[in-house]
T-cell receptor, first 112, second 111 residues
Framework: EAGVAQSPRYKIIEKRQSVAFWCNPISGHATLYWYQQILGQGPKLLIQFQNNGVVDDSQLPKDRFSAERLKGVDSTLKIQPAKLEDSAVYLC??????????FGQGTRLTVV | QKEVEQDPGPLSVPEGAIVSLNCTYSNSAFQYFMWYRQYSRKGPELLMYTYSSGNKEDGRFTAQVDKSSKYISLFIRDSQPSDSATYLCAMNSNSGYALNFGKGTSLLVTP
């Protein structure tokens, strides 16, 4: 069974630029999460989708972050404009039955 | 006070030692408890998943949950250098809800 796929693995951008991350969850998993993991911290939820509907986006900085999950499968997370404090690893995870969440390898973003 | 507290370490032990990793939490509504292992530059990998109080064993790993004390533990027996990683505890009040993570404990097992 293929795992959660994320791209790109690494991205370096200047502040005020925009960036997008892509996630392909495990086939058949209805729930998809985007987490932000700052160095030395545990992951923090940004947004949770159930199929293509948003379940929880209470911690998403909506003035600069946006996410979508078209057709209830792949998802993209966008930051525009980026700030220095957005430097982090962005993790995508998916779940079949809302119990175990499986994570991708993450996208490491550096904002300079 | 953060909802989930975890000592970041680092924790260094010799190969073969028993390792004890712990988290405390403040939200009494938490019912689902997980331990993830995260190698450097990789995503978290689920190790153990438990519901409510009690013990769960899987090979060299044992997870314990004490809801009365709001305290969870992960024990690793016969630790190996390949166990060197960051261990994250995570929990939520309802399956499907977002996970609340600790900061992670960095473990180094030396040969």
């Amino acid at each position: 069974e293929a795992g959660v796929a994320q791209s790109p693995r690494y991205k370096i951008i200047e502040k005020r630029q925009s960036v997008a991350f892509w996630c392909n969850p495990i086939s058949g998993h209805a729930t998809l999460y985007w987490y932000q993991q700052i160095l030395g911290q545990g992951p923090k939820l940004l947004i949770q989708f159930q199929n293509n509907g948003v379940v929880d986006d209470s911690q998403l900085p909506k003035d600069r972050f946006s996410a979508e999950r078209l057709k209830g499968v792949d998802s993209t997370l966008k930051i525009q404009p980026a700030k220095l404090e957005d430097s982090a690893v962005y993790l995508c995870a998916s779940s079949l039955d809302n119990t175990e969440a499986f994570f991708g390898q993450g996208t490491r973003l550096t904002v300079v | 006070q953060k909802e989930v507290e975890q000592d970041p370490g680092p924790l260094s032990v010799p190969e073969g030692a028993i390792v004890s990793l712990n988290c405390t939490y403040s939200n009494s509504a938490f019912q689902y408890f997980m331990w993830y292992r995260q190698y450097s530059r990789k995503g978290p990998e689920l190790l153990m998943y438990t519901y409510s109080s009690g013990n769960k064993e899987d090979g060299r790993f044992t997870a314990q949950v004490d809801k009365s004390s709001k305290y969870i533990s992960l024990f690793i027996r016969d630790s190996q250098p390949s166990d060197s990683a960051t261990y994250l505890c995570a929990m939520n009040s309802n399956s499907g809800y977002a996970l609340n993570f600790g900061k992670g404990t960095s473990l180094l097992v030396t040969p």
